[in-house]
């Protein structure tokens, strides 16, 4: 189960692979400037994920016009992640948890992931710029997508 709304958001420190080389993604680094949707997604390459991550892709600039910055985070490799996003235009931040410390942290493991390992679940989150959790959702299965209209509603709530 996902942690709950109210929660201090777990910060972390994540690698993702930019233009530039191997970047931070460090959370807290949005307290106190903008608020920040955390996506969870299982696997790179795979159906789901890429549609996922190509429709907010598409509808990023309503998340930036709401003050909010999107950060995706798979156990995916940086490297295979930057592939990944090359290959389908993905343009949002992806963070890679490669030892799945954050996803356990964010209480949103699913473990076996269709026998070959322990992956993130899929879950969204919505946290505010004091670094508290306004909206936590994990999806009942890996193959259904979180609800984005309620997200952008709670955004939409934020100051």
């Known amino acids: 189960m996902a942690i709950s709304i109210g929660t201090k958001a777990p910060d972390f420190t ?54 909010a910055d999107v950060v995706a985070i798979s156990v995916d490799t940086p490297f295979a992640q930057e592939a990944w996003a090359q290959k389908e235009k993905i343009n949002l931040t992806l963070a890679s948890d490669l030892n799945k410390e954050v996803t356990k942290k964010y209480d949103v493991l699913f473990p076996m992931l269709a026998g070959i390992g322990d992956t993130s679940a899929r879950a969204a989150f919505v946290i505010d710029k004091s670094g508290v959790v306004q909206y936590s959702e994990q999806t009942a299965t890996p193959k259904d997508l979180p609800n984005f209209g309620k997200v952008k509603e709670v955004l939409g709530t934020l100051h």
């Open 14 to 67: 994540l690698k993702s692979k930019q233009a530039s080389g191997l970047v931070d993604v460090k959370l807290s680094n949005n307290f106190g400037k903008k608020n920040t949707v955390l996506l969870f997604f299982p696997a790179a390459f795979t159906s789901v994920c890429t549609s996922e991550m190509c429709d907010v892709t598409a509808g990023l600039g309503a998340f930036q016009g709401m003050n």
